[in-house]
T-cell receptor, first 113, second 114 residues
């Protein structure tokens, strides 16, 4: 089962910041938070990941709370091309010694003019 | 830098047949994972290969099997196809198995079972 909870859908006006929340209250100490997005008929696109510090790259910023129980993905200036399903994922360790991504249902972000 | 490529892009099979899907990992990546994505759902982990060996498996029956080759490319084989196997099959590669190594996905193979 997914270890994350996200709102099913969100709207954002073009040019404004999109703030996508995620709850992961059962995250363990060495588990990373990953964000991917999926545009219809394409494979998931990696956006960003983090452990406990805030992270920023050319696509987005990731803000992780101090207790690590929640995080927010920020798209600073949303465009129409950012319309997609956004997945917040905790990368979990399996008893077999490997780790895997467990996807939930994601948040469907609609950016409108 | 070439990303993850999958072939074929679309495939139609009938129940009971067998299918092989192929994945070329991104340059420098030695770990490949396969996922199944049913319509309207998030991807579900099938299994992972590292250095030519399966080292992790999700809740999928043995008729789902795979291979990884010395050049780190991979195949997913599904035997005795069932209608419920209709899905988008995604391959993802990463530069190692560590938690902080992102997996990068291809655009998948859409498999339809008639």
């Amino acid at each position: 089962d997914a270890k994350t909870t996200q709102p099913p859908s969100m709207d954002c006006a073009e040019g404004r910041a999109a703030n996508l929340p995620c709850n992961h209250s059962t995250i363990s100490g060495n588990e990373y938070v990953y964000w991917y997005r999926q545009i219809h008929s394409q494979g998931p696109q990696y956006i960003i990941h983090g452990l406990k510090n805030n992270e920023t790259n050319e696509m987005a910023s990731l803000i992780i709370t101090e207790d690590r129980k929640s995080s927010t993905l920020i798209l600073p200036h949303a465009t129409l091309r950012d319309t997609a399903v956004y997945y917040c994922i905790v990368r979990v360790a399996d008893s077999g010694g490997y780790n895997k991504l467990i996807f939930g249902a994601g948040t469907r972000l609609a950016v409108h003019p | 830098e070439t990303g993850v490529t999958q072939s074929p892009t679309h495939l139609i099979k009938t129940r009971g047949q067998q299918v092989t899907l192929r994945c070329s990992s991104q340059s420098g990546h030695n770990t490949v994972s396969w996922y199944q994505q049913a319509l309207g759902q998030g991807p579900q982990f099938i299994f992972q290969y590292y250095r030519e060996e399966e080292n992790g498996r999700g809740n999928f029956p043995p008729r789902f099997s795979g291979l990884q080759f010395p050049n780190y490319s991979s195949e997913l084989n599904v035997n005795a196809l069932e209608l419920d196997d209709s899905a988008l099959y995604l391959c993802a590669s990463s530069a190692g198995q560590e938690f902080n190594q992102p997996q990068h996905f291809g655009d998948g193979t859409r498999l339809s079972i008639l």
